[in-house]
């Protein structure tokens, strides 16, 4: 079933609502559980290309998982939570855009913890990118890198997976932002 409709959807195109004012964001964290987990890095795309990545200090506990997958990649610089929010304002400046993430219920708990409730530098309507995957008959659960069907449905858009590092904020937010282009541009 999954393959036939991800065969189906090669050719899907999406007509969204909003056109320019978007961005695609990413978070990591130190655990799933939000009431003991940090935020670790905020990846921040525009549609335009335009990219912001901030990692925290400060890194609380992490799980065994985040500690395996996450912190290796974590070698940039460090910011407080203040100057973090200060460059996500300054990056997105009054543009209040809609925000897409890939299951975006963690990504917006952790930044409304960073930002504070009704405080978050985009509407507090995100878009969640498994759900667009599930209206179009893609099974949002088994869309992972490694699974071999999601590999498909990368390589039918033109997406080489290799150009981005699993579990990394910015690399998810850019690979987000390539998928979105993919099925959001008509074809010529």
Known sequence: MYLSSLRYNRGMHLNPYEKENLIFIDTE????????GELLSVGIVTQAGKELYIELKDIAESSDWVKKHVLPQLNGPKF????????????LGKTEPFAIAFVDNYDVIYLTKLFGAGKLPFKWLTIDFASILFSQGINPVRFKRDAS????????????LKLYRPHHALDDARLLR?????????KK
């Open 29 to 36: 964290f130190s655990d799933l559980d939000p009431y003991k």
């Open 80 to 91: 407080t939570k203040k100057q973090c929010i200060e460059q996500i304002r300054n990056f």
């Open 149 to 160: 069907d999601a590999k498909q449905f990368y390589a039918s858009l033109g997406i080489d």
């Open 178 to 186: 390539d998928v979105w282009l993919k099925i959001t541009t008509p």
